[in-house]
């Protein structure tokens, strides 16, 4: 299976923007889809995006048109754009890698909207 690796979290204010990496590295030949999830405080884990190893990507409602799902084959990477972030994106976002012997996760980064 695949290694997953997330970088790029941090302390942002609303209306700002973060762009969140996701290198993978290991078996990524025969990945179907790569998803960046996000669980907040108290809260359950809860899908953000995703992309499938064909480019169709998909996303929850609260981050349409806010979020950007892509990926750099390149260099195995990809990444989740955020843009006019909100108080309630405070998470610790996850990305994850699926391929049909199963899921690998990463530790996570945290993302913190506050002013």
């Known amino acids: 299976q695949a290694q997953v690796q997330e970088s790029g979290g941090g302390l942002v204010q609303p209306g700002g923007s973060l762009r969140l990496s996701c290198a993978l590295s290991?078996?990524?030949?025969?990945?179907?889809?790569v998803i960046w999830y996000r669980q907040a405080p108290g809260k359950e884990r809860e899908l953000v995006a995703g992309i499938s190893n064909g480019g169709t990507t998909n996303y929850r409602d609260s981050v349409k048109g806010r979020f950007t799902i892509s990926r750099d084959n390149a260099k195995n990477t990809v990444y989740l754009q955020m843009s006019s972030l909100k108080p309630e994106d405070t998470a610790v976002y996850y990305c994850?890698?699926?391929?049909?012997?199963?899921?690998?996760w990463g530790q996570g980064t945290q993302v913190t909207v506050t002013s």
């Open positions: 994850s890698a699926s391929d049909i012997r199963g899921v690998s």
């Open positions: 290991g078996s990524i030949l025969n990945i179907l889809m």
